[in-house]
């Protein structure tokens, strides 16, 4: 029964460990090289390559020669590295090549470990010399531990010896007893440096660490010849031991399994490699403080003081921080920790305060989540991309934003844009065409016009309006609807554009430059239009209406005061009105003059007249032809612009039109010909003043200079008559012009026409019924000033609201379908992960299956077994006590059997064992109805599956009709619905699963270490058996031997008794011989005889008496023993029912799992 109930306690073993509370803790010690047989090496062993031959001495002045090939692993004759691992066991060991002093045997570990102490067992002669290492950064670097000899000074001469000062001084330390002989030797870092006066945390934290453990053997230990015979030299070892645990730095008491994915055939990990962190710290091996737990610098625990790793305020909205030693320093080393990844909102070393888009909420601490709340800003319009006031959480917009969330332009500003400092664009409104308060459209900058007034800046009239200068809007043209060619107007002036032969702003009068009624007709005014107003005439009575400047009755002339010739009349120098008086009182003073000198001059012809006259003609002539028709130059230019255009216009509109080549040539001769004209004429002024010179001197310098002239004359007359082919040329080039110009009158006609009926229709109320709009301005495909459809605020389909127009409807349309088609991708992304969930539930409930009927069968075999091991423990109990019975049984048998049933001890005491019985019942109790569970899995993977299939119905329905938004929408929100149905079945299996999971991982955790002590104690059993079969045998070989002794006993007692008899007959004898004699000196040699007779005899009865005593003591103690024995009996059996009964609740669990069904 003893043996069931360490079967059930070996689950977890129980090592007293000092409080972690209080300091530093350390897990429980353990062979490391169980479990870790792949990561133990040597450097040397022997028959690896080839079969090897060694001898060893056997008997006295012998040798034994054996064979050593290590090719193959486990044989007879195999010595590899693994064969030291105690698991092994005894009848195998390691052996390295003969002759080879350097060896090395290396341990590596995938994690840091804390050494204990190390433990060789030696076949062979012990090291003569040799020296133990590790690293504690996986081979990178070495320090030497010790250096271990039996004569420091020859083996390592250089290396001190004695005990070591400090944690860094290496010495040498030397091994006793024979070298030549066998045996164990131990190392033990702590135990190295007891002396040293440090804490045990200290040395465990200098010392203790390790990754790599070398061990060295530097020198062999060589025998003496046998018979002039040399036995081999090697190195031998039975067993080894690493003895650690995992290393923590004094922050865990123990060690968690490392989930290593190759086990080792020969045995699982006994110590495993990752600290079950206490004190707030983690990492494998708690190298570090926690998450959360960064407020002062990570240490090491030591004896009393644990070095907690103290909690960041990060006031509840953070779970992890860092230690910042700035930080730590500035506040006098009392909190060093600054938070990262602050939620709700929150920033700061300690989340202390709110974002910039957040703002604190009032009267609210700052560790609830709730106390930052977002700012409610837009982005775009707020300053810092939505920051707000962080005391009371109003928004800080942009110089032109408005509103609670900076998300409205202020009135005279529209566009908002974050790409805008400012936020909004300053509306750049025509003040003559906006109302007084200038506001525009926030969102199209669109001002509020005055009427008639159109355009995004209010900057023009209407169609068919005019006069927007007058700050009252623009007012209608009123064209006469048959003499205009569009009721259209000139928006400055208010002129509309008459048909030929009409006139006036309106086109009620005559035109320009013809006088008369529409009634009594209409006729050309016989000016020259050079010298007159643009109307040319009076209307009503045809008089010339003559510009400054320009006299006469066609106004074809230049007025007094003017120079230059017509039609560039210029207005002479300021000082000409000085002059002009002057030269008027000369000519009446000069006429006087004449006429009193008339008759004293004579009758010779003096009369130049007639013929200066003549050359005043020619030169008028002349210019004349010089002018043409008296267009000026600026005429000229305007008259080639226009054709300029015309020509473009025809090639438009008859691109096979064939047009005369350009005038340049043209141009260049009239040039010329002003140029002459202008020499000719300077010419003939300066004659002129000459000739009014000569006439105030005498008649004979008057006929000189009128000669003179009339040379001049003559050869200018040459000069014109040179002149007179490029005036040709003017001529045909200008008839070419004025036959251009009709066609281009004709093709200006037919422009016109085309833009009269391009003024028809309106489209304003189509445009209405499009947009859902109000515009009042006309739109006709000739002109549609301003945005066709107002976007705004007010025409925008509000949700709920009716929509009516094309523009407004197709625009919520639109909005409609784009978020359908966002929702309906949403929609497939659920039903993907819906998919992967119903999966992954199913892979899930299969391994929960496969594992629920793995655990099964482990746990029938480990029951089957279990029975087994309980029936025959209860076979050897009742063998036991049978044995410790029979009256046969001697005293030392029985005291040998109670000392080794004494010497058991149990791996927990009475309380640890209730205690894990219990732990395994309330594992046992917390599993659900596996049936039940895997059956309501399967109903909600069913019915996921089926709503999975309604949202891809669902789905497929919404993309067939598509047309139809509003049927979509609700399609897609069924689909949503579905799918968050099949979601929260699928979670509610999947949390059912997990939980059937972790629970079978919580019974796997126990029924692994019971399969494995299941084994080790099986073995114990098996070794136990062998002993008592041996005390069996002994107890027959004593049986007979008592027997033996027993007659002998007999026998001896009855000489004994005769003996005795002979005694006393010899002490009375004596008596009455001393009587006799008186002294028994003087009985001589026979006297002295009889005194050494009484002193053995006295010696032997003492003897016989403390034997006696003895015996009795003896049957005491065993008495008391076997009265233990039976006490412990009987425990065993009062606990036998109580283990029952959990077999049994485990058997009944077992069947749970090995009915489950699919």
């Given at each position: ?197 440090v804490s045990k945390s200290e040395q465990i934290h200098e010392l203790g660490q390790f990754t ?442 008859k691109p096979d039109q064939h047009l005369v080549d350009s005038f340049g040539s043209l141009s ?231 000392e080794y049933v004494l010497s058991i001890r149990l791996p927990v005491d009475a309380f640890s ?246």
């Amino acid at each position: 029964m003893w043996l069931y109930i360490i079967l059930l306690g070996f689950a977890y073993l129980v090592n007293a460990q000092q409080d972690c509370s209080r300091g530093g803790c350390y897990p429980a010690v353990g062979d490391l090289l169980i479990g870790r047989t792949d990561h133990l090496r040597a450097s040397s062993t022997c028959g690896m390559g080839r079969p090897e031959t060694y001898c060893t001495p056997f008997g006295e002045a012998q040798l034994k020669c054996c064979r050593c090939d290590s090719q193959e692993p486990f044989t007879a004759v195999s010595h590899r590295i693994i064969n030291v691992v105690s698991s092994i066991g005894h009848l195998r060991w390691w052996q390295s090549e003969n002759e080879v002093d350097a060896v090395s045997l290396q341990f590596d570990l995938n994690r840091k470990f804390q050494l204990n102490d190390v433990t060789l067992d030696f076949r062979s002669p012990r090291p003569a010399g040799m020296l133990i290492e590790r690293s504690s950064d996986f081979g990178k670097t070495w320090q030497v531990y010790q250096y271990l000899a039996f004569d420091c000074a020859a083996s390592f001469p250089h290396i001190r010896q004695g005990r070591p000062q400090n944690l860094e001084d290496v010495r040498c330390q030397e091994l006793q007893g024979n070298p030549t002989h066998g045996g164990k030797i131990r190392f033990s870092p702590m135990a190295m440096v007891f002396s040293v006066p440090v804490s045990k945390s200290e040395q465990i934290h200098e010392l203790g660490q390790f990754t790599n453990l070398r061990i060295n053997f530097s020198q062999l230990t060589h025998l003496p010849p046998q018979r002039y015979r040399t036995p081999s030299a090697f190195y031998a070892v039975d067993e080894m031991r690493v003895h650690g645990s995992c290393f923590c730095y004094g922050h865990a008491d123990r060690c968690l399994p490392d989930n290593e994915l190759e086990r080792d055939p020969f045995g699982d990990i006994q110590i495993h490699g990752t600290c079950a962190c206490q004190h707030n710290t983690a990492g494998v091996n708690c190298e570090r403080c926690a998450d959360l737990y960064n407020d002062l610098p990570w240490s090491p625990a030591d004896e009393n003081n644990p070095n907690v790793c103290k909690r960041c305020n990060c006031n509840n909205h953070s779970d992890k921080c860092h230690f910042d030693p700035a930080v730590y320093e500035a506040s006098g080393r009392e909190s060093g920790g600054v938070c990262e990844d602050c939620a709700d909102g929150t920033t700061g070393k300690n989340c202390e305060r709110c974002k910039s888009d957040y703002y604190r909420k009032p009267n609210q601490d700052m560790s609830n989540r709730d106390a930052c709340i977002s700012c409610d800003c837009d982005p775009e319009g707020s300053v810092e991309g939505g920051s707000c006031n962080p005391m009371n959480g109003k928004c800080i917009c942009k110089e032109n934003i408005g509103g609670e969330r900076c998300d409205q332009c202020k009135p005279g500003y529209y566009q908002l844009s974050a790409a805008n400092p400012q936020g909004c664009t300053k509306c750049d409104c025509n003040p003559q065409g906006t109302e007084r308060d200038q506001t525009c459209d926030s969102e199209t900058g669109q001002c509020r016009c005055l009427p008639n007034v159109i355009g995004l800046r209010c900057d023009q009239c209407a169609s068919h309006y005019w006069n927007i200068v007058s700050g009252k809007g623009c007012q209608m043209c009123g064209c006469h609807t048959r003499n205009s060619y569009s009721p259209q107007c000139n928006q400055v002036t208010g002129q509309c554009l008459c048909r030929e032969g009409f006139g006036g702003q309106l086109c009620t009068e005559c035109s320009d430059r013809m006088y008369g009624t529409l009634q009594s007709g209409c006729r050309e005014c016989n000016c020259n239009f050079q010298g007159t107003f643009e109307n040319g005439c009076d209307k009503a009575t045809g008089k010339c209406l003559c510009r400054p400047g320009f006299v006469g009755e066609r106004c074809d002339s230049c007025q007094r005061g003017y120079t230059d010739t017509f039609p560039n009349c210029k207005p002479c120098h300021s000082c000409f009105q000085f002059y002009d008086y002057e030269l008027r009182s000369l000519g009446t003073q000069m006429q006087t003059f004449q006429n009193t000198t008339s008759g004293q001059i004579g009758n010779f012809d003096v009369d130049f007249g007639p013929r200066v006259n003549n050359v005043e003609a020619e030169l008028q002539r002349i210019q004349r032809l010089s002018s043409g028709s008296g267009i000026s130059d600026s005429e000229i230019l305007r008259m080639e612009n226009r054709l300029t255009k015309m020509r473009e216009d025809m090639s438009q509109l008859k691109p096979d039109q064939h047009l005369v080549d350009s005038f340049g040539s043209l141009s260049a001769d009239l040039n010329s010909l002003r140029f002459n004209f202008n020499n000719i004429n300077e010419l003939y002024e300066r004659k002129v003043t000459q000739h009014g010179n000569s006439i105030s001197t005498n008649a004979l310098g008057l006929f000189s200079t009128v000669n003179a002239a009339y040379q001049s004359s003559l050869e200018a007359a040459e000069r014109v008559t040179v002149a007179q082919t490029t005036v040709s040329q003017s001529k045909e080039s200008r008839r070419g012009v004025n036959g251009l110009e009709g066609t281009t009158q004709e093709a200006l006609l037919d422009l016109e026409t085309l833009k009269d009926e391009l003024s028809y229709p309106n489209l304003t109320p189509t445009i209405n019924r499009i947009c859902e709009g109000v515009r009042t301005e006309p739109c006709t495909p000739e002109n549609c000033l301003g945005t066709v459809c107002h976007r705004n605020n007010i025409t925008l389909c509000k949700v709920g609201s009716s929509c009516r127009g094309a523009f407004p409807l197709s625009m919520n349309a639109l909005k409609n379908t784009q978020k359908t088609a966002k929702e309906l991708q949403d929609l497939n992304s659920q039903l993907l992960k819906n998919t992967q969930l119903i999966k992954e539930a199913e892979k899930t409930s299969n391994q929960i299956k496969d594992s629920a009927q793995q655990l099964s069968e482990q746990v029938t075999r480990t029951r089957t077994r279990m029975e087994q091991d309980i029936e025959s423990t209860r076979q050897f109990i009742q063998q036991v006590r049978d044995f410790l019975t029979e009256p046969s049984t001697d005293p030392a048998t029985i005291q040998k059997v109670s000392e080794y049933v004494l010497s058991i001890r149990l791996p927990v005491d009475a309380f640890s064992l209730q205690r894990k019985i219990n732990e395994i019942r309330n594992i046992a109790g917390k599993l659900p109805n596996i049936d039940a569970v895997l059956s309501q899995t399967k109903e909600d993977i069913a019915k996921a599956k089926k709503l999975q299939s309604e949202a891809e119905e669902a789905r497929n329905t919404a993309i067939r009709v598509e047309e139809n938004v509003d049927g979509v929408v609700d399609n897609i929100r069924q689909a949503k619905k579905i799918l968050q149905e099949a979601e929260d079945k699928i979670r509610g299996s999947s949390t059912s699963l997990l939980q059937i999971q972790d629970r079978m991982q919580e019974i796997e955790q126990v029924l692994g270490p019971v399969e494995k002590g299941l084994t080790d104690v099986h073995g114990q059993l098996q070794v136990f058996t062998q002993r008592v079969e041996k005390l069996r045998e002994g107890t027959a070989e004593s049986l007979q031997q008592a027997g033996q002794a027993k007659h002998g006993a007999e026998e001896a007692h009855r000489k004994a008794m005769d003996a005795q008899q002979g005694l006393d007959a010899v002490k009375d004898k004596y008596a009455l011989l001393k009587n006799r004699l008186g002294q028994a000196s003087k009985l001589g040699a026979q006297g002295q005889k009889v005194t050494n007779i009484k002193i053995e005899a006295d010696q032997l009865f003492k003897e016989s008496e403390n034997i006696l005593r003895k015996m009795n003591e003896i049957e005491d103690e065993l008495r008391e023993g076997q009265q233990s024995v039976m006490n412990k009996i009987s425990k065993l059996q009062d606990l036998e029912d109580e283990v029952r009964g959990i077999r049994d609740h485990i058997r009944t669990k077992a069947d749970n799992y090995a009915t489950c069904r699919d």
